[in-house]
């Protein structure tokens, strides 16, 4: 019985350490989504500030003072 409780104990360690593997390696994933998302977001932020700007300044040609 002992032994049974051995095996157990030892099967269930091994398992831990798996499972805390898959959740490093879920959260460096997830890491490097975010960080993929933040830049894509600044990219996208930029882009848009300069098609605004440009569009003011297109408007501000056609305006007779």
């Known amino acids: 019985m002992i032994q049974t ?3 157990t104990i030892k099967q269930f360690q091994k398992r831990k ?11 460096e994933n997830l890491r490097n989504i975010e960080q993929k998302h933040q830049e894509t977001l600044r990219r996208l932020e930029g882009r848009f500030l300069e098609e605004k700007v440009q569009h003011i300044c297109i408007n501000k040609k056609y305006i007779v003072y």
């Open 17 to 27: 350490i798996q499972v805390e593997k898959e959740l490093d390696d879920l959260k």
């Open 5 to 7: 409780e051995l095996k």
